[in-house]
């Protein structure tokens, strides 16, 4: 914690004043609250010969600031925060904010278990490969695209539409990755033409690149590609494509939207998100300076 010597004689001088105040008999502080104006003006004429009256709050906002700094951040100088506006000033306008620290590396749900129900579920799917492997190839053309894990895309696909491009929520969302209407004019695709595979698969996709894009930005995950995030960072994006993308940083999430996370990362190890059409065909990620801008962005 860097503070001059200036700074630490006002905060000594302070600091031995108020201890005064919680140790005196309790005669001395009524006699002495009577004249706390005299009191407050020999505080300011001791701290302006040590260098200028201390600002309101300011010996708080320091405290406060080396009590919640995270590690390694130098604490600021007193004139900057003062500058900075109100000393009631929210410490996370000034560092991190404290939501972004405690995600880190917090799952949203624990690696779940397959329950008898998926079980079933499962076998039934790999049972009817026309309907389970039959849009694998858009899937694997628009993973490469957006540089996503092409498991990912499928996972949230079977757990979305169950593969069905007809399909439509109580809410509106259409098409094999049940995008809204809204969503899909966002991301460049006519909200018309989510019921065609190729359309729905194309929005899906761009989606949920722009939830990661706004996952690296939040989580500073520069030079990271996108299929080399961590599973928290998954989780997120899971639980931002089904609630929206403020549960990105949301610390409480709805019950419907846990259990839908736990049905994708299910699906995601399960056999039903293998990429088995067309025969023989692999995900060929991009390389890494393919997937960087000249500017050092994530694409």
Do not use: C
């Given at each position: 914690?860097?503070?001059?010597?200036?700074?630490?004689?006002?905060?000594?001088?302070?600091?031995?004043?108020?201890?005064?105040?919680?140790?005196?008999?309790a005669g001395a502080q009524s006699r002495r609250s009577r004249r706390p104006a005299a009191a407050l003006r020999q505080v300011n004429m001791a701290a302006a010969h040590?260098?200028?009256?201390?600002?309101?709050?300011?010996?708080?906002?320091?405290?406060?600031?080396?009590?919640?700094?995270?590690?390694?951040?130098?604490?600021?100088?007193?004139?900057?925060?003062?500058?900075?506006?109100?000393?009631?000033?929210?410490?996370?306008?000034?560092?991190?904010?404290?939501?972004?620290?405690?995600?880190?590396?917090?799952?949203?749900?624990?690696?779940?278990?397959?329950?008898?129900?998926?079980?079933?579920?499962?076998?039934?799917?790999?049972?009817?490969?026309?309907?389970?492997?039959?849009?694998?190839?858009?899937?694997?053309?628009?993973?490469?695209?957006?540089?996503?894990?092409?498991?990912?895309?499928?996972?949230?696909?079977?757990?979305?539409?169950?593969?069905?491009?007809?399909?439509?929520?109580?809410?509106?969302?259409?098409?094999?990755?049940?995008?809204?209407?809204?969503?899909?004019?966002?991301?460049?695709?006519?909200?018309?033409?989510?019921?065609?595979?190729?359309?729905?698969?194309?929005?899906?996709?761009?989606?949920?690149?722009?939830?990661?894009?706004?996952?690296?930005?939040?989580?500073?995950?520069?030079?990271?590609?996108?299929?080399?995030?961590?599973?928290?960072?998954?989780?997120?994006?899971?639980?931002?494509?089904?609630?929206?993308?403020?549960?990105?940083?949301?610390?409480?999430?709805?019950?419907?939207?846990?259990?839908?996370?736990?049905?994708?990362?299910?699906?995601?190890?399960?056999?039903?998100?293998?990429?088995?059409r067309p025969a023989g065909t692999q995900l060929e990620l991009p390389a890494y300076a393919q997937a960087v801008t000249p500017s050092g962005l994530m694409y």
């Amino acid at each position: 914690m860097r503070i001059d010597q200036k700074t630490l004689s006002r905060v000594a001088l302070l600091t031995a004043w108020a201890l005064f105040w919680a140790t005196a008999p309790a005669g001395a502080q009524s006699r002495r609250s009577r004249r706390p104006a005299a009191a407050l003006r020999q505080v300011n004429m001791a701290a302006a010969h040590l260098g200028g009256p201390a600002a309101p709050g300011q010996l708080n906002l320091m405290f406060d600031a080396a009590k919640n700094r995270p590690a390694g951040i130098v604490a600021p100088d007193p004139k900057t925060l003062e500058q900075a506006g109100s000393p009631n000033k929210k410490l996370e306008t000034l560092y991190r904010r404290p939501a972004v620290d405690r995600l880190h590396q917090e799952l949203v749900v624990p690696v779940p278990k397959e329950t008898p129900a998926y079980r079933r579920t499962f076998k039934v799917m790999l049972a009817d490969p026309d309907t389970t492997d039959r849009w694998d190839e858009l899937i694997l053309r628009y993973a490469r695209i957006y540089r996503l894990d092409s498991r990912l895309l499928k996972s949230i696909m079977a757990a979305e539409s169950e593969f069905k491009p007809e399909a439509v929520s109580p809410s509106g969302a259409r098409g094999l990755m049940q995008v809204m209407p809204k969503t899909s004019e966002g991301v460049g695709v006519s909200a018309s033409k989510l019921h065609d595979p190729k359309s729905g698969v194309k929005a899906g996709a761009a989606y949920i690149q722009t939830l990661f894009r706004a996952a690296w930005r939040i989580f500073n995950l520069k030079g990271v590609r996108y299929t080399d995030a961590p599973m928290w960072v998954v989780q997120r994006v899971i639980a931002a494509y089904h609630a929206g993308p403020r549960f990105l940083t949301k610390l409480n999430l709805y019950p419907s939207t846990r259990a839908y996370v736990r049905k994708v990362v299910l699906f995601y190890h399960s056999k039903v998100t293998d990429l088995r059409r067309p025969a023989g065909t692999q995900l060929e990620l991009p390389a890494y300076a393919q997937a960087v801008t000249p500017s050092g962005l994530m694409y």
